[in-house]
C-alpha cells in the first residue's frame, strides 16, 4: 500500500477519543450478555488499567527526546488497534507519548476490523496481528513505513510460544500452557519499560527520515 486514503484519516480517531471509546464500551457492556462480549470486556478493562499505567509511568529515554525533537517533516502515525489486544494496550501509550514529543507528529488511531483492506497490507506472516503503527507523510498520506506488532525480541517468544502451545494435544493442557505464556508475555513488558518499543521505533524514524 502506498497511500492511505483522504477518508480514512478524516475518520480516525486521537488517543484521547480512544481512551473514550474504551470506557464507553465497558460502561455499557453491563447490558450485554454474549459470551465472546464477556470475554472482549475482561480482556479490555484489563487493558484500560495497563494503558493507564503507562501513561502515567513510562518514560521517554533521552535519545527519544532528542530524535523527536529533531523530526522536520510533518508526519502521520497511524496505529491500527483494537480495545480486546494486550500488545496493543502494552504499546499504544509509549507510541502516544513519543508523538507527543513533537508538533511535527500526529497520532491518529483507526480500529483493525473496520479497515480490512488497510490491515491487510501490513500483515506479520499472514496474520492480522496488531498493533501496526504506519508513518505517512502528512501531506501526501504517502506511507513511510510501518513498525509492529512487538518489539523483535518479544515477537521471537511469541511466535515460538505458539507453535509449541498449538502442537498441545490435550485442550486443558494447552490452555494452561496458552495462560502461562500470556503471564510471561506481560511480564516481558513490564521488566522492558517501553525501551524496546522506543528504541526499534527510533530506528525506523532514521531509514524513513533519510
Known amino acids: 500500500m502506498q497511500t492511505i486514503e483522504t477518508i480514512v484519516i478524516q475518520n480516525s480517531i486521537g488517543y484521547g477519543e480512544y481512551h473514550t471509546f ?19 470486556t475482561h480482556n479490555t478493562r484489563l487493558n484500560l488499567i495497563r494503558m493507564e499505567r503507562l501513561d502515567k509511568t513510562a518514560r521517554m529515554t533521552a535519545q527519544t527526546r532528542l530524535q523527536m525533537a529533531a523530526i522536520r517533516t510533518p508526519m502521520i502515525w497511524l496505529s491500527i488497534v483494537e480495545a480486546w489486544c494486550g500488545d496493543v494496550a502494552q504499546i499504544l501509550p509509549a507510541i502516544q507519548k513519543m508523538a507527543s514529543l513533537s508538533d511535527k507528529v500526529e497520532h491518529r488511531l483507526i480500529f483493525r476490523d473496520q479497515h480490512p483492506e488497510i490491515m491487510d497490507a501490513f500483515l506479520t506472516n499472514g496474520t492480522r496481528s496488531i498493533p501496526v503503527v504506519v508513518l505517512l507523510d502528512k501531506a501526501s498520506f504517502k506511507v513511510l513505513g510501518h513498525w509492529g506488532p512487538r518489539p523483535v525480541e518479544l515477537q521471537t517468544f511469541v511466535l515460538e510460544n505458539l507453535q509449541q502451545i498449538n502442537a498441545i494435544k490435550d485442550e486443558q493442557e494447552q490452555k494452561l500452557s496458552y495462560n502461562e505464556f500470556v503471564t510471561k508475555t506481560q511480564r516481558w513488558y513490564a521488566k522492558d519499560k517501553t525501551y524496546s518499543t522506543q528504541k526499534e521505533f527510533l530506528d525506523l524514524l532514521k531509514k524513513v527520515m533519510l
Open 22 to 40: 474504551v470506557e464507553n464500551f465497558l460502561s455499557q457492556s453491563h447490558y450485554l450478555s454474549l459470551k465472546s462480549i464477556e470475554i472482549d
